[in-house]
């Protein structure tokens, strides 16, 4: 079995910071493309970046320069920075990860199980 476990989400004013972890356990064997999703209240969730398992990285636009995605691949853990933080960037934020699992030969998409960011004004 796979799981992500995330932390990191809380309450923060306009203009601050806030650092996500999820961490993939279980009988992995590699972990490809790892990133975050997020949920806000009434809409659907929406793709917000994205880092292979080399360190490319891509962003949503509303996020570019003021989100940063890293990885730890001997981890299996990915991290989103987030800086400059606006009341529109509250939501619930997701990791996934396509991972690989020993015994399959397989990839297969998880999902953390969602970590509360609220940023007030």
């Known amino acids: 079995q796979v799981q992500l476990v995330e932390s990191g989400g809380g309450l923060v004013q306009a203009g601050g910071s806030l650092r996500l972890f999820c961490a993939a356990s279980?009988?992995?064997?590699?972990?490809?493309?790892m990133g975050w999703y997020r949920q806000a209240p009434g809409h659907q969730r929406e793709w917000v970046a994205t880092?292979?398992?080399?360190?490319?990285?891509n962003y949503k636009d509303f996020v570019k320069g003021r989100f940063t995605i890293s990885r730890d691949n001997a981890k299996n853990t990915v991290y989103l920075q987030m800086n400059s933080l606006k009341p529109e960037d509250t939501a619930v934020y997701f990791c996934?990860?396509?991972?690989?699992?020993?015994?399959?030969?397989?990839?297969?998409?998880?999902w953390g199980q969602g970590n509360q960011v609220t940023v007030s004004s």
């Open positions: 279980g009988t992995i064997f590699s972990a490809n493309n």
């Open positions: 996934h990860a396509v991972v690989g699992v020993y015994g399959t030969g397989r990839y297969y998409d998880y």
């Open positions: 880092i292979t398992s080399g360190g490319s990285t």
